[in-house]
């Protein structure tokens, strides 16, 4: 299994952060702002050039209302399955997906809820 590198985990980080602030309308200026550090830093941030610190990912975090650990999720690998005795096992992952989900669900119109349900269904 390869290792993530710091830098690749910093880059996945912030291309995190950046998705969850435009999903939600936040302007780099005023998420910033919000969690008292300039824009070109949460800028460098966002590209993965420096690494974040971690009292501003909980502040931002806390800013974008997003649990921390969804920053984390495409750092993490995958799970398989080792055998029929961790059968019960479930990835840390779905949690946070699903939790996702479940902040999502709300906000979409009735027409992206049905589009969203054919979509599962196609390919479940």
């Given at each position: ?7 690749t985990?910093d ?25 008292d ?59 946070d ?7 999502i ?20």
């Amino acid at each position: 299994m390869a290792k993530l590198t710091s830098d690749t985990a910093d880059r996945k980080v912030g291309q995190r952060i950046q998705m969850r602030r435009k999903e939600l309308g936040i302007t780099a200026q005023q998420l910033s702002e919000q969690v008292d550090i300039s824009q070109q830093q949460l800028s460098r941030y966002e590209r993965g050039t420096n690494k974040i610190n971690v009292s501003h990912l909980v502040n931002i975090a806390a800013g974008l209302n997003t649990p921390i650990s969804w920053f984390f999720i495409d750092c993490q690998p995958a799970f398989e399955e080792v055998g029929e005795e961790h059968q019960e096992y479930i990835p840390i992952q779905d949690a946070d997906l699903k939790r996702r989900l479940e902040q999502i669900w709300p906000r979409l119109t009735r027409e992206q809820r049905r589009v969203l349900i054919l979509f599962l269904d196609e390919y479940t």
